[in-house]
C-alpha cells in the first residue's frame, strides 16, 4: 500500500504542469512572415483577376423612370452626351463610325442586345437614328437606360 502511495505522489504534479510551447506568435515574429506572404499574394491574385471598369468622364443625365428592369452585365452601351459625343463600349466615336462598330461587335461578339444610354437634353432624332443603326446591325433587343425617378415625377 505505502507503494501505491508513493507513486500516486510522484506524478501528481505532472497532470498539473501548464505547457509552455517554445514557438509563440508573439515571441517570434518571424513565424508570421509566411502568412502575410500568404495573404499578399492571395490578395494579388484577386486585383489581377477583377474587372476594371473605365467609364467616360462626362456627364450623362439619364431621364427618370419609374420602370426598373434591369439589364445583363456584358451588354454593349452607346452612350450620347448633351455635347453631342459619343461613346460606344467606352470607346469615343462618331455617329458615321457607329453603323461599322456596331456591325463588328454584333459579328465578333454575337451580341444581340444594347443599351442606349442618352442624356435628357440629347435630340429624340439622334436617338432614333442610334436605334435605327443598331437594327440595320442586327441587334434584336434595344434598351433605353434611365434613372430611378423616386417620386419627383408624378406618373398619371
Same mark, same amino acid.
Given at each position: 500500500?505505502?507503494?501505491?502511495?508513493?507513486?500516486?505522489?510522484?506524478?501528481? *504534479?505532472? @497532470?498539473?504542469?501548464?505547457?509552455?510551447?517554445? =514557438?509563440? &506568435?508573439?515571441?517570434?515574429?518571424?513565424?508570421?512572415? %509566411?502568412?502575410?506572404?500568404? +495573404?499578399?499574394?492571395?490578395? =494579388?491574385?484577386?486585383?489581377?483577376?477583377?474587372?476594371?471598369?473605365?467609364?467616360?468622364? $462626362?456627364? #450623362?443625365?439619364? %431621364?427618370?423612370?419609374?420602370?426598373?428592369? /434591369?439589364? %445583363?452585365?456584358?451588354?454593349?452601351?452607346?452612350?450620347?452626351?448633351?455635347? /453631342?459625343?459619343?461613346?460606344?463600349?467606352?470607346?469615343?466615336?462618331? =455617329?458615321? +463610325?457607329?453603323?461599322?462598330?456596331?456591325?463588328? +461587335? #454584333?459579328?465578333?461578339?454575337? +451580341?444581340?442586345?444594347?443599351?442606349?444610354?442618352?442624356? #435628357? @437634353?440629347? %435630340? $429624340?432624332? #439622334?436617338?432614333?437614328? &442610334?436605334?435605327?443603326?443598331?437594327?440595320?446591325? *442586327?441587334?434584336?433587343?434595344?434598351?433605353?437606360?434611365?434613372?430611378?425617378?423616386?417620386?419627383?415625377?408624378?406618373?398619371?
Amino acid at each position: 500500500m505505502n507503494k501505491i502511495l508513493n507513486l500516486s505522489s510522484e506524478h501528481s *504534479g505532472i @497532470r498539473w504542469r501548464r505547457y509552455r510551447p517554445r =514557438l509563440r &506568435v508573439l515571441h517570434n515574429p518571424f513565424g508570421l512572415v %509566411p502568412l502575410v506572404n500568404l +495573404a499578399l499574394l492571395i490578395l =494579388l491574385f484577386m486585383l489581377l483577376q477583377a474587372a476594371f471598369v473605365r467609364q467616360p468622364a $462626362y456627364q #450623362v443625365q439619364l %431621364p427618370a423612370g419609374a420602370f426598373l428592369s /434591369g439589364a %445583363p452585365q456584358n451588354l454593349m452601351v452607346v452612350t450620347l452626351t448633351q455635347e /453631342g459625343l459619343l461613346f460606344f463600349d467606352d470607346e469615343r466615336l462618331t =455617329l458615321e +463610325a457607329l453603323a461599322m462598330a456596331l456591325k463588328n +461587335a #454584333v459579328r465578333d461578339r454575337k +451580341a444581340a442586345a444594347i443599351v442606349i444610354e442618352a442624356d #435628357v @437634353r440629347v %435630340p $429624340y432624332g #439622334v436617338i432614333a437614328r &442610334v436605334m435605327n443603326m443598331a437594327t440595320a446591325a *442586327g441587334i434584336k433587343q434595344i434598351d433605353l437606360a434611365t434613372r430611378p425617378s423616386f417620386g419627383e415625377e408624378v406618373m398619371p
